[in-house]
């Protein structure tokens, strides 16, 4: 199996930067995407980002496209969350999400098997 860790999470201004980190560990090998998803108090998980474990594809939702980067360090088991251009409504629980099979989607929970617990995100106005 896969095991996910978040962190990087915190309280920043609305304008301002933060930059999550998901280190996974494990059975890594058969990973074939890496997502980050959000869910605010009362509303549903929502998909932000994804990345394949190799190869240049990304994909972003319209509400983040252009002020949030999706990377990876593989060496380092590591994907990255690069938020710039915070607004109030970021603010949510951020998870880290893994898939390992290459024909289920990029942009669902469906196309995800392991999840870390997520890390808090917090911008304020």
């Known amino acids: 199996q896969v095991q996910l860790v978040e962190s990087g999470g915190g309280l920043v201004q609305a304008g301002g930067s933060l930059r999550l980190s998901c280190a996974a560990s494990?059975?890594?090998?058969?990973?074939?995407?890496m997502g980050w998803f959000r869910q605010a108090p009362g509303k549903e998980r929502e998909f932000v980002a994804a990345?394949?474990?190799?190869?240049?594809?990304?994909y972003y939702s319209d509400s983040v496209k252009g002020r949030f980067t999706i990377s990876r360090d593989n060496a380092k088991n590591t994907v990255y969350l690069q938020m710039n251009s915070l607004k109030s409504e970021d603010t949510a629980v951020y998870s880290c999400?893994?898939?390992?099979?290459?024909?289920?989607?990029?942009?669902?929970?469906?196309?995800?098997?392991?999840w870390g617990q997520g890390t808090q995100v917090t911008v304020s106005s």
């Open positions: 990345i394949r474990w190799s190869g240049a594809s990304t």
């Open positions: 494990g059975r890594t090998f058969g990973i074939y995407r």
């Open positions: 999400a893994a898939g390992i099979k290459s024909y289920r989607t990029d942009w669902g929970s469906e196309g995800y098997d392991y």
